[in-house]
């Protein structure tokens, strides 16, 4: 039987160690799991005591609003005022998806096209690369960080490959799709950077779709920028904020679409024929999140910074050549030497075979990702201190 859009997909590579992950635990061994980012820290209390209070009032039972309740649409719009300066109309330049990835999948829909060509990091988080092939658009992969020069500086490089690729395109692309803080790669950019992206995409009529999924999990003072505080950047981009890992609320599925309103309001009117949005407790909830936990995205990153340091410390007194990310809730570590020539798949199914240890391999997020595999901080320090010594047995 054939089927559209699918079958052009490849096989999810992450399900070829997700395989041999559970072989192993069936077979008694006990895997220190460090592949997929999924948050292990809990939801805030009070969002919780919330959803009860909410789910048990019948009149939350009935259809919601797709584009998200007015109150969780304003609570949004007082969080990036109090942190970015930046004003959004609740009404018209905020609209509430069912996670990120959601709101970003349908947003390819109303952006794109059969013929047109949207520009993507690669590697890149896979919704990123194939949202637009599931519009029927052709994607146009820019290498990020792959250069081997010590002195390079991947968000320089990856600028000016933008440009050339935008240059060397017909038709023009249309879309472009980043994330900073960047999975996998942990890629920061500063304001300056986003700056200039914003006046690339003025100059040449394109859309910027920025994925914000790690606005709140940052390290060492850095703090990475809204695209849109850059002055005039509503005009040209749109931003994606998810509750996911800020606030670890990953299975409630609360996510915003924030920035241009003409771009909002066409991905509000695809969503009305498409869902009813969120079950509403889990929105109210969501909005006494925002409003009442302020505090908690910096209590995850705590846990986040305490893991980050000893996988990262753990890592390099083994050999590995890893930097400790100043964003994401990753570490992506180089492939060792001995070992590059097996490929991220291979290798990464070597880990788990030789040292019972569970990570994502680098081809999972596009071909640009095959020289590296990428760790997730999802296990706690003593489970990451297992993991470092069950690392000893690869020689490198």
Not at 79 to 85: E, G, M, P, Q, T
Not at 318 to 339: E, H, N, Q, S
Request: net charge neutral; hydrophobic share 40%.
């Amino acid at each position: 039987m054939q089927f559209r859009r699918i079958d052009s997909i490849p096989p999810y590579v992450f399900s070829v160690v997700d395989s041999k992950k559970r072989d192993a635990r069936r077979a008694g061994k006990d895997v220190v799991d460090l592949g997929f980012g999924n948050p292990d820290i809990a939801s805030p209390d009070i969002a919780v005591e919330k959803l009860v209070e909410a789910a048990r009032n019948p009149r939350n039972h009935r259809y919601s609003v797709s584009k998200g309740i007015p109150n969780l649409r304003k609570a949004l719009s007082e969080r990036y005022k109090s942190l970015y300066d930046v004003d959004l109309d609740p009404e018209t330049e905020v609209v509430a998806t069912i996670g990120a990835k959601e709101g970003l999948a349908h947003l390819m829909w109303v952006l794109l096209g059969p013929g047109d060509v949207a520009l993507v990091p690669s590697p890149s988080y896979p919704i990123h690369i194939f949202a637009p092939l599931f519009a029927g658009a052709e994607v146009v992969q820019v290498p990020l960080g792959v250069s081997d020069s010590k002195d390079s500086i991947p968000e320089e490089e990856f600028f000016q490959r933008l440009v050339e690729s935008y240059e060397a395109t017909w038709p023009r692309p249309r879309v472009v799709i980043v994330s900073f803080p960047h999975n996998p790669t942990t890629t920061c950019v500063d304001f300056s950077w986003m700056s200039r992206l914003v006046r690339f995409a003025k100059e040449r009529d394109v859309v910027l779709v920025h994925d914000f999924a790690y606005s709140d999990t940052y390290f060492d003072g850095f703090k990475p920028p809204s695209i849109l505080q850059v002055p005039g950047a509503k005009e040209v981009a749109v931003e994606l904020y998810t509750l996911t890992k800020s606030f670890s609320m990953a299975g409630w599925r609360v996510g915003f679409m924030v920035g241009n309103a003409e771009v909002c309001q066409a991905l509000a009117k695809m969503k009305s024929y498409l869902d009813y949005g969120t079950f509403q407790p889990i929105q109210i909830a969501a909005t006494v999140a925002l409003r009442e936990a302020q505090n908690y995205p910096a209590e995850v990153t705590e846990v986040y910074r305490q893991r980050r340091d000893a996988l990262c410390d753990g890592l390099v007194k083994l050999g590995w050549d890893v930097k400790r990310p100043r964003g994401t809730m990753f570490v992506w570590a180089p492939i060792p030497a001995k070992y590059r020539a097996l490929g991220s798949l291979e290798f990464a199914s070597l880990m788990i075979d030789e040292t019972e240890v569970a990570v994502s391999p680098g081809v999972g997020f596009g071909p640009g990702g095959d020289g590296y595999v990428r760790f997730a901080l999802i296990e706690n320090e003593q489970r990451i201190a297992q993991a470092i010594r069950n690392l000893k047995r690869l020689e490198l």
